[in-house]
């Protein structure tokens, strides 16, 4: 692990005071912003020194072959990676004769901060030439959640010791240099510099640069303009030039020591296929005035409203943890940023906080991402799963090639198209299907939005449900069963009867069955029949769920509990991957596991194991993972609650919290993890608060560890906001207007009349047998230790 940025502790934001270069890329990553369309890492204004400079639109990219050593039939033939569009971060300050740089002169103040309520990044410096002549400067810099193209600088510096002549450079710019984009020499060449001008344009203190990505063929503009105010006598002089891969605004006055300059610096955005010039140009100029309309100040009441009503559902309290409270606000900000103007558009497995895996998606965003927004901002949870929808045809065609019915979705992608080269753990890994499916399912019984189940969710079930059928068989004894998969854990692969993947494809069919019943007409367009739905039942009620009799657990998959365990004693641990050091084939065959995968099922299959074998399962595969994944902890914090190790559940916690602000993994610069971020809600709702969404409704088990003195949440339910208030000795249950509302509470109904207080106790717990254990030197942080203040 690399030394850990010394960020303060504060409810509502993050800062940093001072500056380390050889960390810049991580606080790039934090402090990155973004709407989920427009995506701003947490540069510098003055764009040097940087770490990894980075400014995206969702959904642009640029293809580049795929090198294989030896190619097969099904391989993607291109793949897809993320690039920068043109930068419009870029503020240059000059000082008399003097650029302002923190590495010259001297810095005797620099703090940036992340506020989580306004939405915005702050940045205060004051620094003094080498001339000895003394500034301070003050940022405020936002990516729009009210205007969907949009990012926002407003620069203020005030003279403070002698009169001094400020030049303010704002820029564009294009093709910036990157560390090296791939090792492969042919991607290098597409990815160095894929953007190609396709025109630049002035208008007074505006400019515009038009560019095409050289193989993907989409059309990128990003458009600038400024207003301009000093506080002195003089007039400050501005200029606007614009060519190929830069435009430059430059501003110059005279200022007296007190007096101030102010740039307040608007930046557009549009991309797409297929249109002219000047379609793009027009729209990015557009979304500029329209931002201009408003001003500085409308801009950030807009972002303050918006966050406000997310904030009022969505906050988690957590009583006497004021690093864990800062960690949470953090993790559930960044998941709202990522995905809430995205519009149909997916939520990459970094944001658009970084180009770590290539910018791809995941079936992490099903899994981990949606079940949040669904209960906090369920509209952009609708927009995610519309992506999805609108790659169906894509994924048709994959299911053709692979000669499969139904639609088999793309494993990692940009826009639909496979774009993973490794199919041991990319197209075989069905489950994506499924995942994708109990999203749709999930956000249908939070909502009740009938018109997206219609529109978009039973093609989905019923295409995925098809998937299925053709996928696996039945043997002799009528059993139905799934060979040749790989599961979540990416240490096995190529396996027969995931359970994971089993029960998650058998709820799948019941759910394409009962949705074509409700929905007769949507499936009769479809082609479905009652036979097929029929059909779908049946093979749900054959589905085969391995359980080895001898052990008393089900094994991960067919045979797994048979194989040769792991052994852990015959090499140390220096906190690397074990796929670095170990050949896969090595992994593959033994009993060894990288990420939650039979444990994944105990939390998303609740209903489909007892207490106590959730119980023998987790002791089982506590030995055996390594967590050499971001997504592990999280589930294995749920499920450590639910069996009642509530301490080694806070110890998963502290792990998942701080992935990202402690770079634990040494990879946060490449961006954040998301769906890890996500699953630090989930570990808090579904650990401690015991949340269960199933098709009888929410269930609630809430307990606390030793280590929380309180923990309350929201969650939407059809529209209203159920807030959940946990203490060590009970609960209380608030659902906000409309109908009466029943849940369980430890298996007991409560029906919740709106606006009034529920409070009942919590049932003691039995003493949990001894912790269980994890492989030497793999176990989770301790949670006193990553909370220490």
Known sequence: MTRALPFDISPWSIGLIGVDESQLAHRESVFALSNGNVGWRGLLDEGEPHGIPGSYLNGVFEEHPMPYAEGGYGYPKAGQSVINVPNGQVLRLTVDDEPLDVRRGTLAAHEQRLDFRSGTLVRDL??????GRTVRVRTERLVSLGHRAVAAVRYEVEAI??????????????NEPLPEPHPDPRV????????????????????????????????????????????????????????????????T??????????????????????????????????????????????????????LDDYWACADVRIDGQPRLQQ??????????????????????????????????????????????????????????????????????????????????????????????????????????????????????????????ERDAGVEILVETARLWESLGHHDDAGRFHIDGVTG?????????????????????????????????????????????????????????????EQRRVHPQSA?????????????????????????????????????????????????DFTAEEKARAFRYYEPLTVRDSSLSAAVQAVIAAEVGHLDLAADYL??????????????????????????????????????????????????????????????????????????????????TAGEPLTIHHFGEPLVLEPDTDVTVPTPPLADPEERPTQPPGREPRDFDAAFAT
Request: aromatic share 8%; with cysteine.
């Open 488 to 548: 979540p854990d990416e240490y096995s692969a190529i396996v027969d009867d995931n359970v994971f993947t089993n029960l998650m494809a058998r709820a799948n069919l019941l759910s394409a069955a009962d949705a074509a019943r409700r929905h007769p007409d949507v499936a009769r367009s479809l082609g479905v029949d009652d036979d097929e739905i029929g059909g779908w039942t049946l093979t749900a009620d054959a589905m085969h769920v391995p359980f080895d």
């Open 654 to 735: 502290a792990e998942a919290a701080t992935i990202d602000l402690d770079d634990l993994h040494d990879n946060t610069e490449e961006g954040l993890h998301i769906a890890s971020l996500a699953g630090i809600w989930t570990a808090l709702t579904a650990g401690f608060g015991g949340m269960r969404d199933t098709a009888d409704g929410l269930r609630f088990a809430p307990r606390l560890p030793p280590q929380l003195a309180g923990l309350s949440f929201g969650i939407r339910v059809h529209g209203r906001t159920l807030r959940v208030e946990i203490t060590p000795d009970a609960a209380s249950y608030r659902i």
């Open 253 to 306: 006055v005279r200022i007296d020591p007190g007096e101030r300059l102010e740039v307040v610096k608007t930046v557009g955005h549009e991309w797409g296929r297929d249109l002219s010039v000047g379609a793009l140009r027009d729209r990015a100029e557009a979304a500029v005035a329209d931002a201009v309309r408003d001003g500085w100040h409308g801009l950030l009441a807009g972002q303050r409203e918006r």
């Open 327 to 452: 960690a949470v606000r953090f993790a559930l900000f960044s998941v709202f940023q990522a995905s809430a103007r995205a519009e149909a558009r997916s939520v990459p497995g970094k944001g658009l906080t970084g180009a770590g895996y290539s910018g791809h998606t995941f079936w992490d965003v099903e899994a981990f991402v949606l079940p949040v927004l669904t209960s906090t901002a369920p509209g952009a949870a609708k927009e995610a799963l519309r992506w999805r929808h609108a790659t169906l045809d894509h994924a048709r065609a994959r299911a053709r090639e692979l000669h499969l019915r139904g639609a088999a979705f793309a494993w990692r992608t940009i826009d639909g198209r496979e774009s993973s080269g490794y199919w041991p753990a990319s197209t075989v890994a069905f489950h994506l299907n499924a995942d994708i499916a109990a999203a749709v399912v999930h956000y249908v019984r939070a909502t009740g939005d009938v018109d997206f």
């Open 559 to 607: 045979g797994f509990t048979e194989r040769e365990r792991w052994d852990f004693d015959a090499m140390s641990y220096d906190g690397e991957l074990l796929q670095n050091h170990v050949p896969y084939f090595d992994l593959y065959r033994k009993q060894v596991v990288k990420q939650a995968d039979l444990v994944l099922a105990l939390f998303f299959c609740t209903d």
């Open 126 to 131: 004051t620094w003094t030439s080498p001339a």
């Open 188 to 251: 290098q060449e597409v990815l160095e510099r894929p953007l190609q001008t396709a025109g630049s344009f002035v208008l007074g203190t505006s400019a515009t640069l038009v560019h095409e990505t050289r193989t993907s063929r989409l059309g990128v503009a990003v458009s600038m303009d400024h207003r301009v105010a000093a506080s002195g006598s003089a007039t400050p002089e501005v200029r606007t030039e614009a060519s190929g891969d830069l435009a430059r605004t430059t501003v």
């Open 161 to 174: 010791d002698h009169a001094v002549t400020l030049t303010l450079q704002s820029e564009l710019v294009a």
